[in-house]
């Protein structure tokens, strides 16, 4: 077991959060976490419209495939994630109870 895994800590404490402006698909999130906490997606025309004007011409360079955090109970708060993504994209923050 890797050092970062055994230093995890109980689930649904915090969740990541991407940067809708940042992401540029690359996918290192979705290898690296261990508990299959992204997939990649395609944003919608809604959540385009939300975008500054780096982050559209930035989704239109990759396809508007970006990753998405589909199972954000099953954070165990390991920060691989933080730590893999080339654009500093994702960041943890807790969650709302
Ligand atoms: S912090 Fe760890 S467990 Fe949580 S989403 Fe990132 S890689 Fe997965």
Redesign the pocket.
């Known amino acids: 077991m890797a050092t970062?895994e055994k230093d995890?800590k109980a689930p649904g404490v915090?969740?990541?959060v991407i940067d809708r402006n940042k992401c540029e698909g690359k996918e290192d999130?979705v290898k690296?976490?261990?508990?299959g906490?992204?997939e990649m997606g395609t944003l919608s025309a809604q959540e385009r419209s939300g975008l500054s004007l780096i982050g559209k011409l930035k989704a239109w360079g990759h396809g508007y495939r970006q990753a998405y955090?589909v199972k954000p109970a099953?954070?165990?708060?390991?920060?691989?994630?933080?730590t893999?993504c080339p654009e500093k994209a994702?960041t943890?923050a807790k969650v709302a109870r």
């Open positions: 970062a995890c915090v969740a990541p999130c690296v976490c261990p508990y906490v992204f955090v099953e954070c165990h708060a390991c920060g691989l994630c933080v893999a994702i943890l």
